[in-house]
C-alpha cells in the first residue's frame, strides 16, 4: 500500500525533471541562435573594421550622426549556420539603423543590406553624448 504513494513522487518528480531539461535545453539552443561566441566576436571585428573603411559608410556617416555600431549573429533561419551571411553590423544613427552584411562567401567586401528602424530616431542616447557642432 506505501508503494503507491512513492511510485506518484517518483513520476511526478521525473515529470518535472523532463519539463525543466527540455525547457533549459530549448531556451540553450535558442540563444546560441543569436549569441556570438569567442570565433564569431573575432569574425565581427574585422567586419567592423571593413564597414568603417567602406564607401557605403563613409556616406552614411557623412550625412547622418552615427550613435551607436552593433555586433550582430542570426542563426536562426540560415539553411547553412557555417555562412558568412548569418553575421551582421548595424550602424546606427538618428534616422535609421543601416545593415552590413558581406557581399561573399568569403567575405572579400561589405555591403549595405538593409534598414531599420533605429531607437535613436525618438529616443534619446543612453549615455550622454557631446554635441558635436
Known amino acids: ?7 506518484i513522487l517518483f513520476f511526478f518528480l521525473f515529470f518535472i525533471s523532463l519539463v525543466l531539461n527540455l ?4 531556451s540553450s539552443y ?7 561566441d569567442s570565433d564569431d566576436l573575432q569574425i565581427l571585428a574585422e567586419m567592423t573594421k571593413m564597414v568603417l573603411e567602406s564607401d557605403q559608410y563613409q556616406d552614411i556617416a557623412s550625412k547622418e550622426k552615427v550613435y551607436a555600431i552593433e555586433q550582430g549573429v542570426s542563426r536562426f ?7 558568412m551571411f548569418h553575421y551582421e553590423i548595424y550602424v546606427q544613427t538618428e534616422k535609421e539603423s543601416y545593415i552590413f552584411t558581406c ?3 568569403k567575405c572579400t567586401d561589405v555591403s549595405n543590406e538593409g534598414w531599420n528602424y533605429s531607437r535613436y530616431s525618438e529616443e534619446d542616447p543612453i549615455l550622454p553624448m557631446k554635441k558635436s557642432n
Open 103 to 105: 557581399t561573399d562567401e
Open 1 to 7: 500500500m506505501k508503494k503507491k504513494p512513492m511510485l
Open 30 to 36: 535558442m540563444k546560441s541562435t543569436y549569441t556570438p
Open 77 to 83: 533561419n540560415v539553411a547553412d549556420p557555417s555562412s
Open 23 to 26: 525547457y533549459l535545453g530549448i
